[in-house]
């Protein structure tokens, strides 16, 4: 396979880093994303001499016109757009309504909006037929989250699912695929750190395979949406979640 130019939003950690890495390591050049500058730096110093970082808030469309064109400039071109970028405060029901307020504004800004904004910036520089758009979606859309304190993200990505659907109907007919992955249970995340041991225990109990995923299997996910092999596969939704959830 020809080197690629690869896109992957929120590489700097968890999800995003690995799926960076994962194309990095098949000799693609790769371009991460992200809002902290730091963790930027040591990933892409982590990913190799084919990666490149470019600072930007995926919820703001003109910090995205910027990096997409920096992107564009500097590669030469993108072959491959992952939307890793995301991540949950928690809702609950009880939530005093301004705090709700601005805490979903800020999940969805980040978890939708920003796919949004970059598929929509990125999607006129994909190459056509082969182009691809993977957008990290959650288990949460599926089930509202596993405790009731994921109100506003579990919309968000429910969100996803949504956009995904709507790329895929306009972008197929050019050869551009859209798909979805929704993870379960990600043991090593931030996501998950700080999460009592026995809650993590419970959903493992729950999960056909017996353990909780690694960011690995979202990449080798993201690496198969992203082959020639996948590119009658469009509209999508992959879960990849050890069998907690499935039939969906």
Known sequence: MEMRNIVVTGGG???????AAAFAQMGDR?????RDEAKLRTAADTLGPTTRWYRADVSQRAEVTDAVTAIVREMGGIDVLINAAGFVR???ADTPLAEAEETSNAEVGTNLTGNFL???AVAPH???????????SSIAAFTGGSGGGA????AAKAGVLGLTYGLARALSGEGITVNAIAP?????????????AERVRSIVSQTPVGRGGTADDIAAAARYLASPEASFITGEVLNVNGGWLFGR
């Open 30 to 34: 790769v371009a991460i994303i992200g």
């Open 184 to 196: 379960g249970f990600i043991a090593e995340t931030g996501f998950t750190g700080a999460w009592p």
């Open 118 to 120: 970059i598929a929509l």
């Open 13 to 19: 950690s968890g999800v995003g880093q690995a799926t």
């Open 126 to 136: 994909l190459p056509r037929p082969g182009g691809r758009i993977i957008n990290i």
């Open 90 to 92: 928690g809702i609950r």
């Open 151 to 154: 109100i506003g993200y579990a």
